[in-house]
Structures are given as C-alpha cells and as structure tokens.
C-alpha cells in the first residue's frame, strides 16, 4: 500500500510544475491562499505551508500587502565582474532602479580613507533600491570620488546603471575586490527591502579600481537571500 502524500506537497509540485511550463512567470503574482484552496479544495493551512515551503526554496516571495509572486533563483557569479542589472537580466528578470539618496558628501573621513582621497575630498553618494521585475533584490549604497566624475549628478540612475555610465566615461575596472558577509537589516534597511527589521541578508562590498589603481567606487549592497546563489570555480 502506498504512501499517501500530504497535500501542501502535492500543491507545492503543482505550483512548481506551472513555474516550470511557463504559466507562472517570474514577477506574476500567484493566486491568494483563499483562491487555491478553493481551486484545489484543501484547506488555507495546507495552501500556508506549501506557499511557505516555495519561498524557502527560492520560488516564491512574499510581499507584505501585495501578495506572492514568483521569482526566479539570481545566480551570482563571484569570479567575474559584472553589475547586478546584467545578473538580474541574465535571468530573464527586468532590472529596474529607484534611488532613494543622491547628492555630493563632504567630511565623512572613513569612507574617504577607503577610497584613499584626501579628507576634504568630495564624495558623491548614490543609495538605490535594485529591483527584478519591480521585486526588490538589494539594496546598494555606493560612494565615488566626485572629482573623476564632476557631472555625476545631471545622469538619471534609474534609467543608467553605474556600470554603463562608467563604460561612458571611458573608465576600465580591472580590478574588483569583493568581500561577503551576513548581517541583519535595521528597521530602515528593511523597510526598502520589504523584509522584517532583523532579517538576515548577503552583505557585499565592491571595491573597483581602474586601469591607474584608483579606487573609483565603493559600494556595500545588502542583497537579499531567498532568490540569489552563488557560482565559484576551482581552477585546477
């Protein structure tokens, strides 16, 4: 006799199924638990854990007011360099950007020392919610020397990526330490990310120099974990 399956299993396969073929694509908004359980008649709690289950494994991403909706796993590759638009397009998502700071900084000597200016240098700060398919992915604060970049502040960075206005000022990264970690977000972070103040995320630090050695950016970048992984190879 065989095993009978629990049935927020069955509906989770289902749904995976419909993620699979295409019906569900990422960025739709999946049908609300009352409207599963009425379609598959099973009860709200079996349609809860299943919905639960596919947002631990990446599928699905709850949104606090807006309901679920599919996404798709972000495959970020730490060997080459690369923006986050290309990453988030390479995964069939369309990127988008809301800058939330903008502006020229003076007098913030420790993030002066990481871009080895001199203190009373000028910074210019770009603090932007990175979207796929209108879902936040991460949300990145970067710093550059206003002085390479003096008319920084007449670009639209959410319509331009700081990557393609680079590319345009003729400025070559070749070199780009990046450096990881997990911390929780505070009540502000969260809020962007439309995730619980104390959630833990991927913190990385980009640091990109140009064909001179100069530090030409520096940015940290609180991404979020349930639809991002990551690919390193071993060179032999």
Known sequence: ????????????????????????????????????????????????????????????????????????????????????????????????????????????????????????AKLYRLLRLRLGNDIPIALEDAYIPLDLFPDIEEHNFEMVSLFEYMEHKRITITDSPQFLTIEKLNEREAKYLEVLPGTSVFAFIYIHKDLNGRVVEYTKSYTLGDNTSFEVRLNK
């Open 1 to 120: 006799m065989g095993v009978k399956m629990p049935k927020y299993v069955l509906l989770m396969e289902r749904i995976k199924q419909k993620i699979e073929d295409g019906e569900y694509k990422p960025g739709d908004k999946i049908p609300s638990e009352r409207e599963m359980a009425a379609k598959y008649s099973i009860n709200r709690m079996a349609v809860k854990n299943a919905i639960n289950k596919l947002q631990e494994e990446g599928y699905l991403k709850s949104i606090h007011g807006k309901g679920t909706f599919v996404v798709k796993m972000m495959n970020r590759n730490l060997e080459t360099l690369t923006g986050l638009s290309a990453s988030i397009k390479g995964k069939g998502l369309t990127p988008s950007s809301k800058v939330i700071v903008q502006g020229i900084v003076e007098g913030f000597t420790e993030m002066n020392e990481k871009l080895h200016l001199d203190k009373e």
